[in-house]
């Protein structure tokens, strides 16, 4: 018996460390190995620098372009464009689908437009923005709030659409005013519908970013990767892609804090 | 034993000769409802005195719910002859808490005035969840819940407090405690009570008065006056013709009741 069980702790506890290690170890070894491949054939000449850059070279160039300045400046513009799209893009669709999810007149004047907008790929129209607007800031700020505006609408426009008539009644009859029933049921039961299209809002809006500094950029992340295509420097084009990357995963964050606070009641959160 | 029940039966509405209460805080007269071709209540006279009891019983599909949307104000009465007061409460079936307002803010939704948190403080104390004030809806168990609809219609101080099926979703030893608490609340508020059930025993054990609803119509009542507790003694034969209203003038519908087959029996 004493034996049996010594045997099956010692099984398990070697069962456990291969776990482990496959689980920790494993998610990190197939990447490193990649990066590890990837600078021995830069140092062997197998690829050459202007293919692309060693991730010695690209980490480098990282620690320079940050002390410089150059890096942070050029990614505040960038940061400021997507900043200033959104708030008009989702204002815009906030009011938008308030407006035809609250009336059935602002429903029938809204909705069709808004269902012909969404047809329209909004990377189509850069030209028609660069002739309307130039290729200063405008078409830039404008192409990223046109692009936020359709899914903060339709998730909005939907989720109050989606209200739970049982609540209403209910809240109907305690004899909340019909403005008080909208702030109380209609608009909080939206919420969670309205975060869906707001997650979906930053990351078009990034995607749109990065097309839309191409467009005659004098700064911003766009910027930099466009010079640094005229000279050659696959390295800072490398810096910036991981910048795109991490602007993408903090607008994630955002929209998963913001979440986690304003959803607190759902049981899967609360039970966190 | 029937003298003791003050025993009255309606063949029809129109034969409604009960005792006229003064001043009644609700008041039906020849109130009739359709949707399209379909007459849902038909030419009902209603008086609920102000802290009276009554259940209402009924199949599905005899009207219930359509009169208790109409006596809580969701439903438009156009031209009818419908009075109730304003100061009206429901519970419902489904507790119908916004899952976002923790549960003292669901009690005092919509109230007005000050210290509205003591208010619904006090309420919740009342139906015993004192300890529950801050926890979120989606937490509570289903006599938790039904008891936060209890204390937010109370809090409202009605004269009116329509219960639509409150207890029909709990389990049974929870469903008698919700009676205690009901008849205990309706003791200490005194409103007038219409609890909307298709349970019989449900009926007896809480009502001062008993009314059969079929095809929209009242087809029976009972007077109960034996005080509660002590019905155990009536509600046999009590039940007993009461499940005869329910379901005896069935015959010629699509589905065979029972009474038909016990008669054949006979």
């Known amino acids: 018996m004493t034996v049996l069980t010594a045997d099956r702790r010692g099984h398990a506890h070697g069962g456990v460390q291969k776990f482990s290690l496959a689980r920790f170890g494993g998610r990190w070894l197939s990447p490193v190995l990649l990066l590890l491949l990837w600078e021995l054939g830069s140092r062997s000449g197998l690829i050459p620098e202007r293919t692309l850059a060693a991730p010695s070279a690209v980490i480098g160039t990282l620690v320079e372009m940050l002390l410089s300045g150059e890096l942070p400046s050029n990614l505040l513009v960038s940061f400021a464009r997507v900043a200033v799209g959104l708030l008009i893009g989702v204002g815009l669709g906030l009011a938008l689908g308030l407006v035809a999810g609250l009336s059935r007149t602002g429903e029938l004047a809204v909705d069709p437009l808004m269902q012909i907008k969404r047809t329209i790929p909004v990377l189509a129209l850069t030209p028609l923005f660069i002739v309307w607007f130039g290729i200063g800031e405008t078409p830039k700020i404008a192409l990223i709030a046109f692009a936020a505006v359709f899914p903060v609408y339709l998730n909005l426009y939907s989720g109050i659409r989606g209200v739970d008539l049982r609540l209403l009644d209910a809240a109907k009859s305690f004899g909340l005013s019909r403005w008080e029933q909208i702030w109380h049921v209609v608009l909080p039961s ?14 078009v809006a990034i995607l749109v970013l990065v097309v839309a500094e191409q467009i005659n950029a004098s700064a911003g992340l766009g910027y930099l990767i466009n010079n640094a295509r005229d000279f050659m420097r696959t390295d800072i084009i490398v810096v910036c892609l991981m910048v795109y990357a991490i602007l993408g995963l903090g607008a994630d964050w955002l929209v998963r804090t913001v979440e986690a606070r304003a959803l607190i009641w759902r049981p899967s959160i609360v039970e966190q | 034993m029937d003298a003791r029940l003050g025993f009255t039966a309606l063949q029809s509405a129109a034969g409604h000769s009960d005792i006229p209460h ?15 071709p379909n007459t849902i209540i038909d030419g009902l006279d209603l008086d609920i005195a102000p802290g009276e009891f009554i259940a209402l019983l009924g199949r599905s599909g005899s009207g219930k719910t359509t009169l208790l949307r109409t006596l809580a104000g969701l ?57 529950r004030l801050d926890a979120w809806p989606l937490t509570l168990s289903g006599g938790e819940a039904q008891r936060v609809a209890l204390a937010r219609a109370l809090v409202r101080e009605p004269k009116l407090l329509l219960l639509d099926e409150p207890f029909a979703a709990l389990d049974a030893l929870t469903r008698y405690r919700m009676h205690d608490l009901v008849l205990s609340l309706w003791r200490a508020h ?56 329910l379901g005896g003038e069935d015959h010629g519908e699509g589905v065979v009741p029972f009474a038909p087959i016990a008669e054949a029996a006979e």
């Open chain 2, 75 to 131: 439903d438009e009465v156009r031209g009818q002859d419908v009075e109730v007061p304003d100061s009206r409460a429901v519970v419902f079936q489904d507790a119908r808490l916004l899952p976002w307002k923790p549960v003292w803010k669901n009690v005092a939704l919509g109230l007005k005035g000050d210290r509205v948190r003591d208010r619904s403080e006090a309420a919740l104390k009342e139906v015993g969840l004192g300890h």
């Open chain 2, 190 to 245: 005194r409103p007038a009570v219409l609890i909307v059930t298709h349970d019989v025993e449900e009926a007896i054990a809480l009502a001062d008065r008993v009314l059969v609803l079929d095809k929209g119509r009242i087809v029976a009542q009972e007077r109960i006056t034996v005080p509660r507790g002590e019905r155990s003694a009536i509600s046999g034969r009590l039940r007993e013709k009461l499940l005869s209203y």
């Open chain 2, 22 to 36: 003064p001043e009644p805080v609700v008041r039906l007269r020849d109130f009739t409802r359709r949707f399209g």
């Open chain 1, 190 to 203: 939206a919420l969670p519908s309205l975060l869906v299209g707001l997650r979906y809002a930053l990351s």
